[in-house]
């Protein structure tokens, strides 16, 4: 079992950026693949970023790449979503997920694949 805790959550304008943070414990954090996800009021889950066990490979989804970044400290059993330029349509709630298998983090774009989950951080962006 591993319990993953999101935070750093918030509102901010529109140009601005959030740092949200995802802290695991339970497990090995190491031996999980590590995505981030968001949902809006009526909208389905929609993938973010994930990024490998060894933090060696990323992959990002178009509507957010080139202004949120997906990093990891193994030491601190965290995982980091950076977001600026933050825009309106980023608000949603934003979860973390953990993967425990040996698939490339380019296939893990669906929130089926994953095990486990945070309960959520709210981001909200404001025009």
């Known amino acids: 079992q591993v319990q993953l805790v999101e935070s750093g959550g918030g509102l901010v304008q ?22 981030w996800f968001r949902q ?3 909208k389905e889950r929609e993938f973010v970023a994930v990024i490998s066990r060894s933090g060696g490979s990323t992959y990002t989804a178009d509507s957010v790449k080139g202004r949120f970044t997906i990093s990891r400290d193994n ?15 980023d608000t949603a709630v934003h979860y973390c997920a953990a993967d425990p298998s040996t698939r490339p ?9 994953y095990d486990y989950w945070g309960q959520g951080t709210q981001v909200t962006v404001s025009s």
């Open 40 to 42: 809006a009021p009526g």
């Open 14 to 35: 529109a140009g601005g950026s959030l740092r949200l943070s995802c802290a695991a414990s339970g497990r090995t954090f190491s031996n999980y693949n590590m995505g």
């Open 105 to 113: 983090v380019r296939v893990l774009t669906n929130p089926r694949l």
């Open 75 to 89: 030491a601190k059993n965290t995982v980091y979503l950076q977001m600026n330029s933050l825009k309106p349509e």
